[in-house]
């Protein structure tokens, strides 16, 4: 069974190109919701402000996905993979549904009439894989369905190759389109380029790690 999978290399240099020129690749000073420091991130929001650039990532994730892969329904967790999920269903002719939680219990859970169909061959869609807990807590949406999970895709992996191995992702092909492996840093022992600069925590929500 195919558990990881790994981009193209003119492809991911294609993408991280994109992801320069669209300004999701930040530099700066930025607190993550870890509480760590680090002088770059990544907010993959200011990729889709430029359809034709979201298009075009989803082309090539769909060109990289084999094809007993495809899927026919692709999942997503709000609010960050929303857009990457539209995207991906789009280029797949299949339907795009998103997942929100729960105010009360913090679960994910499906509104707004969506529902997976028993047997369908789900594709869950996260922009930025950081730990990849969101992502995750889609999977019993899936299996409460009775469907199956085939896939996991992302744009970007910042796990530094820790979702490639986590046991919580039960050996479901995982495909990023990049990687992207940030340096971070304590509060007490920030290098000089980082301690004269104000700190801001970016994300999109708030102590979001993006």
């Known amino acids: 069974m195919i558990e990881n999978l790994e981009p193209d290399a003119l492809l991911e240099q294609r993408v991280l190109a994109i992801l320069e020129s669209t300004g999701a690749l930040k530099s700066g ?35 990289q996905l084999p094809r007993e892969l495809h899927p026919e329904i692709v999942l997503a967790p709000a609010l960050g993979g929303i857009l990457w999920g539209y995207e991906l269903a789009r280029v797949f002719g299949v339907r795009s549904v998103f997942a929100e939680r729960d105010p009360s219990t913090r679960r994910f859970v499906l509104r707004r009439g969506f529902a997976i169909p028993p047997g369908a061959r789900v594709l869950l869609a996260e922009d930025v894989i950081t730990t990849g807990g969101s992502v995750l807590e889609l999977l019993p949406l899936v299996t409460e369905a009775k469907a199956q999970p085939i896939a996991i895709g992302a744009v970007v992996d910042r796990s530094k190759g820790g979702f490639q191995h986590a046991e919580a992702r039960r050996g479901i092909p995982f495909l990023a389109l990049c990687r992207l492996n940030f340096m971070t840093y304590s509060s ?15 994300g999109s929500k708030p102590g979001a790690d993006r």
């Not at 007490?188 to 970016?202: Q, R, S, V, W």
């Open 188 to 202: 007490d022992a920030l290098p000089k380029h980082l301690a004269g600069i104000p700190a801001t925590k970016p």
């Open 29 to 63: 000073h930025f607190i993550l919701s870890s509480g760590l420091h680090s002088d770059q991130y990544c907010q993959c929001a200011a990729l889709f402000e430029h359809p034709g650039y979201g298009a075009e990532v989803a082309d090539l994730f769909a060109a």
